[in-house]
T-cell receptor, first 115, second 114 residues
Framework: EPEVTQTPSHQVTQMGQEVILRCVPI?????FYWYRQILGQKVEFLVS????????KSEIFDDQFSVERPDGSNFTLKIRSTKLEDSAMYFC?????????????FGPGTRLTVL | DAKTTQPTSMDCAEGRAANLPCNHS???????VYWYRQIHSQGPQYIIH???NNETNEMASLIITEDKKSSTLILPHATLRDTAVYYC???????????????FGQGTILTVHP
């Protein structure tokens, strides 16, 4: 069964450093998403990406964040200058985007720790 | 997207059916009810979804009331591995101005005990 994969599983970085979190969505899916979950809190939507551009983003997704689909398979989330409060689990998801059904499938997540 | 209300926690005995309720009184006709679960800190796992009719798959059944204002997720024979946080989410599918984002609440912590 196809699945979303994410790398690395755990990333430790120093405050102020740039990090890139990588995701390989399910092949043939058209919609891509990033969510995050701070320890003990709700899963929060960050951004959706469709047709090679951001389609929707939350207030959390400020200028420090960017997303890219550099090739036909990878989908990345970049945080330019990490802050302590960026420490969280980051989940990538993808969806087929058809009208009648659009289940989002989530990856296992990347745990980001900012020191 | 419509807001959902779920109990904070529930218990269930192993082998029994787990019935998880969800209220979504402001749901509109083109909004779907989705159920996901999250085991520990793993990625949310899709369970089932429906628009207005009851649905069943290999994992669970979804019962949606006729007025769509509430639904119940049924795990027919709960196992210890079903212990997780269960999220009821109302969303529209991509199309028009919707891009299908999921808004997670706190969910219901289901504990299955021996």
């Amino acid at each position: 069964e196809p699945e979303v994969t994410q790398t690395p599983s755990h990333q430790v970085t120093q405050m102020g450093q740039e990090v890139i979190l990588r995701c390989v969505p399910i092949s043939n899916h058209l919609y891509f998403y990033w969510y995050r979950q701070i320890l003990g809190q709700k899963v929060e939507f960050l951004v959706s990406f469709y047709n090679n551009e951001i389609s929707e983003k939350s207030e959390i997704f400020d200028d420090q964040f960017s997303v890219e689909r550099p090739d036909g398979s990878n989908f990345t989330l970049k945080i330019r200058s990490t802050k302590l409060e960026d420490s969280a689990m980051y989940f990538c998801a993808s969806g087929a985007g058809t009208t009648n059904t659009d289940t989002q499938y989530f990856g296992p997540g990347t745990r980001l720790t900012v020191l | 997207d419509a807001k959902t209300t779920q109990p904070t926690s529930m218990d269930c005995a192993e082998g029994r059916a787990a019935n998880l309720p969800c209220n979504h009184s402001t749901i509109s006709g083109n909004e779907y009810v989705y159920w996901y679960r999250q085991i520990h800190s793993q990625g949310p796992q899709y369970i089932i979804h429906g628009l207005k009719n009851n649905e069943t798959n290999e994992m669970a059944s979804l019962i949606i009331t006729e007025d769509k204002k509430s639904s119940t997720l049924i795990l027919p024979h709960a196992t210890l591995r079903d212990t997780a946080v269960y999220y009821c989410i109302v969303t529209r599918h991509p199309g028009g101005t919707s891009y299908g984002k999921l808004t997670f609440g706190q969910g219901t912590i289901l504990t299955v005990h021996p």
